[in-house]
């Protein structure tokens, strides 16, 4: 029996479909909080938003999917996508309302207000909301003084803040402390952000003149997880 060769479109499509249905995939409720925070790919963000939003539409009280989409639409906003810092907070503050207790919504909620300050023309508009913002994580960290995440939401708020508005102090200060508590939990969050945390720390001392715990800090960052973008970036500096 003679056998009919496939056309090149078909071919085409059948190797596609192959190579689809054999890639690596993380399922949308597999992913870590810690990943998503330290994530700005807004395809793969854009890709949570979409899945959470179904989730909710069943059960509108999910806190896991509450979460991610605080996450994914902070980090969005803080790419400078015009108006989803405004439709972050929008979400955040019902969400806030409904888990008053949540330190990295409040977090979250906050560090969006400040990008309302960031992308605002008028300078007094600016100064409100980052103002306010600032306030909303400063009272998250006292709500949880040993949340990982919520610190890294501080620290990294702090860092892009201009020093009018003196917060570049909390930075160092809450790595210093995630550092601590890493110590005690080590689980507390994945490998590859604890990496981040010490490379950041290494940047820090390094500014300072510290060169010996800065490169205390970038050994760290390469030891916990050597194929993370931040122990690439760190053993670079070793």
């Not at 860092?159 to 689980?187: A, C, M, N, Q, Y």
């Not at 916990?224 to 931040?230: E, G, K, L, Y």
């Amino acid at each position: 029996m003679a056998i009919k060769l496939l056309d090149k479109k078909t071919a085409y499509i059948i190797i596609g479909l192959f190579f689809l249905l054999n890639l690596p995939t993380v399922g949308y409720g597999e992913t870590d909080f810690g990943i998503l925070l330290g994530t700005d790919d807004k395809g793969e963000l854009n890709r949570v938003i979409d899945e959470t939003e179904k989730v909710l539409e069943k059960n509108p009280k999910d806190i896991d999917s509450i979460t991610k989409r605080g996450i994914a639409y902070h980090n969005i906003a803080h790419s400078k996508v015009k108006g989803v810092a405004k439709t972050c907070v929008k979400y955040l503050k019902k969400d806030t309302k409904a888990y008053p207790d949540d330190a990295l919504l409040l977090a979250l909620l906050g560090s969006c207000t400040t990008m309302i300050g960031r992308d605002a023309k008028a300078i007094d508009k600016k100064m409100r909301s980052v103002n306010k913002g600032t306030g909303l994580i400063d009272r998250a960290i006292m709500m949880a003084p040993d949340h990982v995440l919520a610190r890294m939401v501080r620290a990294n708020n702090s860092s892009g803040i201009t020093k009018l508005f003196k917060r570049r102090k909390f930075t160092k200060i809450d790595l210093l402390h995630i550092d601590k508590v890493l110590k005690k939990s080590p689980e507390a969050i994945n490998k590859a952000t604890q990496a981040q945390v010490y490379y950041k720390l290494g940047k820090i001392f390094y500014s300072e003149g510290d060169k010996a715990m800065s490169q205390s800090y970038y050994k760290k960052a390469v030891a916990v997880s050597p194929d993370s973008i931040w122990a690439k970036r760190a053993s670079k500096r070793i």
